[in-house]
C-alpha cells in the first residue's frame, strides 16, 4: 500500500542523520520523541504497521506542529512562538547540522499521510503512553539536566525548581500524556478511523 519509492527516500533520510547526530549529539540525542518517531516511522513504513504509525503520530503531531509553526513564524516574521525550534537560529551550531533538523517538515506529513492510507489503531494511545512512561523515567536516569530532553527536568528548555525533580517526573508521566496524546488520539481517532 505504501509505494516503494517513498520507503527508499525516508529510510536514505533517516540514514543520512542518524550517525551525524550519534556523533554530534550522543545516544542521549535519540531519547528525544521527535528522533524515536523519525527511526520508528521508517520501521512503520517498510512493515506497514498501523500500529507503529499511529504510536508515533500520538506521540508527535502536536509537538510537530508547535515546532513548525515556532520555525516558519521565526524564520519568515521572526516572532517567537515557543523555544522548541530556538536551537534552529543557534549560531553556535553548524548550520549543516541545523539542517538536518529540518525532518520535522516531512516527517508529520509522512505520519498523517500513512494514517490515511492505513487507518488510524486506537490501540496507539495506551501503547504510545506505555512507552512515554519507559522513555520519560529513562531519560531522566540518564541524561544531564541542563540537556532537559523530552523536559524530564523541567517545561521548556531550562529545568524547573519549584518542584523536586521526582515530584516533576511523576506529573509529567500522568499530566503529558492527557493533554498531548488523549487529544491527538481522539483527533485522530476521528479522522482516520479504526
Known sequence: MIPLWLKLAYTAMVAAIVPIYFAHYG???????????????AVALWTESRLLASMMAVAVLLPELLWNVSFFSRLLV?????????YMFDPGIPRWIR???LFHIPMPLVLVWMLHTLGYDPRALMAQTALAWVVFPFTYAITDPKDNINWVFGPGGQPQRRLS?????????????LIVYVPTHLLLRALFGS
Open 27 to 41: 545516544p542521549a540525542n535519540f531519547l528525544w520523541f521527535s528522533d524515536i518517531a523519525l527511526i520508528v516511522t
Open 78 to 86: 521572526r516572532v517567537r512562538i515557543s523555544p522548541l525550534a530556538d
Open 99 to 101: 539542517a538536518l533538523s
Open 165 to 177: 525533580a521526582r515530584i516533576y517526573l511523576g506529573l509529567l508521566l500522568i499530566v503529558f500524556p
